[in-house]
């Protein structure tokens, strides 16, 4: 009876020394794993869902045509290049038939942002994630740094000539903005005028 | 009796105990039979993980990722482009003809606006009131202001020859937003012409290289269309 009793609570006790010593660890084993699990399977939905929409992308890409290509790095190529942008801006006073006096080129400087107040919230940048580049009417966000340089331009002649070269500097095939713009006859019907010009020009780089 | 009594106390007990030692083993079998398809699971879901994110390169990312910048970078300045020139038919349309625009300042405000400064010379108050009425006419400088003016007389021998010398200097100033000076493609401006065609591919050549225009052979042809594209406009 004694050892019959002995034996049965022997077995109690090894049971319970398994249940806690075997059994609960691997619980706690198998409970970490469902999680992995849980977050492996929202991972792969969401690198699904990134390679569709990249996928996508990759496609809009691939349609893009060399010359498109050409245009858009034309328009906002990765560095801006003074001389070139200085020769341009030559080539239309010219063509235009004005006379170039001066023509001085700033820094290459990060685009600075603007509240709609207009004080400075940050210098610079496009928000890659968002594709949010201004937002009331400035650059906004933080990532790629969008460069901006400017010139002052002064140039001579007549009224349609600078005319005709605002035009040709507005539907340049790269931005050549024009942020002041400034003139002052000095003597009445005077048919030559100065004419001073503050221009930009943008650049983003790549990575 | 009292025998009886005891064994089926033991009984009782034999079972409970021996119920749970082996629903223990079993538990752990269990357990670790679950625990191994729960692992081949996990390991499945790595390796589909890993051949989802070999699908594309990063080098694939990064250069989507930069040409997506580019053209929305691209947009942004497109869309927040302006046009000043538009401003002088503007003003061309309402100026009197007794009133003699001197001088102009065009600023690119920082809040996306634009100020511009007329600079005029007139010889009465009354000239200035009737151009201002004149600018209420004006798609871009409707709400002008004359925001400064200065009234001088010259020097003469006498008093009828003061009156004649008197001239006003005034300053109409507006600020408005950009969006209304907006670039537009020359072919929505204006109703035409090859000539203008001719010029904006001259233009857009000039823009890209000046090698290009130099060493061309077609320069000269392309500049002679430019300057009568110029008059044309004109």
Redesign the interface.
């Known amino acids: 009876m004694r050892f019959q009793l002995g034996i049965q609570i022997t077995l109690l006790v090894v049971a319970l020394i398994i249940a806690f010593s075997v059994v609960k660890p691997k619980i706690d084993s198998i409970s970490i794993d469902q999680n992995e699990v849980a977050g492996y399977k929202a991972a792969i939905e969401n690198i699904g869902r990134y390679n569709q929409h990249l996928q996508t992308l990759v496609n809009q890409a691939n349609a893009l045509s060399s010359y498109d290509r050409s245009v858009l790095e034309r328009y906002l190529p990765k560095e801006i290049d003074a001389t070139l942008v200085a020769s341009d801006i030559s080539n239309i006073v010219s063509r235009n038939r004005l006379l170039l006096l001066d023509i001085v080129p700033g820094e290459v400087l990060p685009v600075t942002v603007y509240s709609a107040d207009g004080q400075v919230v940050e210098t610079s940048a496009y928000d890659p994630n968002t594709g949010a580049l201004m937002s009331d009417g400035s650059f906004g966000g933080q990532g790629d740094s969008l460069m901006v340089q400017q010139f002052e331009v002064e140039v001579v002649g007549t009224y349609e000539q600078m005319k005709a070269m605002l035009s040709d500097l507005e539907r340049n095939a790269y931005p050549l903005k024009i942020v002041e713009f400034e003139f002052e006859l000095e003597e009445v019907n005077a048919s030559l005028v100065q004419y001073s010009l503050l221009l930009e020009t943008y650049a983003l780089p790549a990575n | 009796m009292q025998r009886t009594k005891?064994t089926r106390r033991?009984y009782v007990?034999?079972y409970?105990?021996?119920i749970?030692?082996f629903?223990?083993?079993f538990?752990?079998i269990g357990?670790?039979v679950?625990?191994a398809i729960?692992?081949r699971?996990?390991s499945s879901?790595?390796e589909?993980?890993v051949v989802?994110?070999q699908?594309?390169s990063i080098e694939?990312?990064?250069?989507?990722?930069?040409?997506?910048?580019?053209?929305?970078?691209?947009?942004?300045?497109l869309?927040?482009?302006?046009?000043?020139?538009r401003i002088?038919d503007d003003v061309e349309a309402i100026v009197a003809s007794n009133i003699?625009f001197?001088?102009?300042?065009?600023?690119?405000?920082?809040?996306?606006?634009f100020q511009v400064d007329l600079?005029g010379q007139a010889d009465n108050f009354t000239e200035i009131i009737s151009q201002r009425n004149l600018l209420g006419n004006s798609s871009l400088l409707r709400d002008a202001k004359v925001v400064e003016y200065d009234y001088s007389v010259g020097e003469g021998e006498n008093a009828n020859n003061l009156l004649g010398l008197a001239t006003l200097s005034f300053v109409f100033s507006d600020t408005r937003d950009?969006s209304s000076i907006a670039?537009m493609?020359?072919e929505a401006i204006v109703n035409t012409q090859s000539e203008v065609e001719t010029?904006?591919v001259?233009?857009?050549d000039?823009?890209?290289?000046?090698t290009e225009?130099v060493d061309s052979s077609d320069t000269d042809s392309e500049?002679s269309s430019?300057?009568t594209s110029?008059e044309v406009?004109?």
């Open positions: 005891g033991i007990l034999a409970i105990s021996y749970v030692f629903s223990t083993l538990s752990v357990v670790y679950y625990g729960v692992s699971d996990l879901l790595r589909q993980l989802e994110k699908r594309f694939d990312i990064d250069n989507i990722e930069q040409l997506h910048n580019r053209l929305a970078a691209a947009e942004e300045l869309n927040h482009s302006s046009a000043p020139s002088f003699y001197s001088g102009m300042q065009y600023k690119h405000l920082p809040n996306n606006q600079i950009i670039y493609p020359e010029e904006n001259v233009i857009v000039s823009a890209t290289s000046t225009t500049e430019t300057a110029t406009i004109q």
